[in-house]
């Protein structure tokens, strides 16, 4: 469809490659739902440790280790499920 004004035609692109900075889950959301292919590798601390996102375990917000645990746990099966 062309550009009802002036300027340069809006393309959008069959893939998008981006470097780790662009490693967001809003970011990849956003692509997918627009339908176009990327090639974004996951930062470190992205791929492992989906456990430590909530910030009272990655913290350790908890102070006895039964209720840190228990923490975990809940976490745990919140991702499970």
Partial sequence: MPRPGPGRPRLRPAHVLGDKGYSSKAIRTWLR??????????RADQIGNRLK?????????????????????????????
């Fill in 53 to 81: 996102q909530g910030r009272g375990i990655a913290t350790r917000y908890e102070k006895t280790a039964e209720s840190y645990q228990a923490a975990v746990t809940l976490a745990s099966l919140l991702m499970w499920a």
């Fill in 33 to 42: 739902r627009r339908g176009i292919a990327h090639t974004i590798p996951e």
